[in-house]
């Protein structure tokens, strides 16, 4: 199932901001709302990118530079 347009915006917020706290911020929505984005069953392939529990990116992708 693809991602819809908010989960899209969820994902590359995150991978932008490095987190869920900071990519709720900049979505102007709690942290609560981006996790519930990113858990839909579609999203699961998404989700292995993020340590367990940690709300941050586990792989290179997400650094600043």
């Known amino acids: 199932m ?7 915006d969820a994902f590359w917020t995150i991978v ?6 900071a990519a709720a911020d900049a979505l ?17 392939a998404a989700r292995r990118i993020w340590s367990s529990g940690s709300g941050r990116c586990a792989s290179g992708a997400c650094s600043r530079g």
Do not use: E
């Open 2 to 8: 693809p991602l819809n347009a908010d989960q899209l």
């Open 16 to 21: 932008q901001t490095g987190s869920f706290h």
């Open 28 to 44: 102007f929505v709690t942290q609560s709302a981006v996790t519930q984005r990113i858990q839909r069953p579609c999203c699961s």
